[in-house]
């Protein structure tokens, strides 16, 4: 290969890299966008496409539960903060969404387990979890196996 063949391969491969970075941001970018005005189909496919050029984007699955929330899927809801939580673990605003849904399902030890954890990862939303204790006062504690 010649000189001037290298060079251009090596700049239409940056380009196409670049380009390549630009449209996952752009995905991720648009979908929020698209949650924000309430067109939830839309936001979702975008963040799903999103995550197939960034699997590991916890940000993504997090606004796929949201989005499941507000369809009232709740199994589909509770994947997604999973998944957002495992490649995240001091998501703080994953963890308070499963408190809330271990509170919604009565599950006393859960909600005890999540509310220790998220004491030592918060730092935005630690008056949510005295919203969350409270809360609690209200089940009894019961075995959860």
């Given at each position: 290969?010649?000189?001037?063949?290298?060079?251009?391969?090596?700049?239409f491969t940056l380009l196409v890299l670049v380009n390549f970075s630009?449209?996952?941001?752009?995905?991720?970018?648009?979908?929020?966008?698209?949650?924000?005005?309430?067109?939830?189909?839309?936001?979702?496919?975008?963040?799903?496409?999103?995550?197939?050029?960034?699997?590991?984007?916890?940000?993504?699955?997090?606004?796929?539960?949201?989005?499941?929330?507000?369809?009232e899927n709740k199994k589909e809801e509770k994947n997604n903060l999973?998944?957002?939580?495992?490649?995240?673990?001091?998501?703080?605003?994953?963890?308070?969404?499963?408190?809330?849904?271990?509170?919604?399902?009565?599950?006393?030890?859960?909600?005890?387990?999540?509310?220790?954890?998220?004491?030592?990862?918060?730092?935005?939303?630690?008056?949510?979890?005295?919203?969350?204790?409270?809360?609690?006062?209200?089940?009894?504690?019961?075995?959860?196996?």
């Amino acid at each position: 290969m010649s000189k001037i063949t290298k060079t251009l391969s090596a700049v239409f491969t940056l380009l196409v890299l670049v380009n390549f970075s630009y449209a996952n941001e752009n995905f991720y970018d648009q979908a929020i966008k698209e949650f924000d005005k309430k067109k939830y189909d839309e936001a979702k496919f975008l963040l799903e496409r999103n995550i197939v050029f960034n699997p590991k984007d916890a940000k993504s699955y997090l606004y796929l539960a949201k989005i499941f929330k507000e369809k009232e899927n709740k199994k589909e809801e509770k994947n997604n903060l999973d998944t957002a939580l495992l490649l995240d673990p001091s998501n703080e605003d994953a963890t308070l969404r499963l408190m809330d849904i271990a509170v919604e399902n009565s599950n006393y030890s859960e909600v005890k387990e999540l509310s220790e954890k998220f004491v030592k990862i918060c730092k935005n939303l630690c008056k949510e979890n005295e919203r969350i204790l409270e809360s609690l006062k209200d089940l009894e504690p019961k075995n959860d196996s």
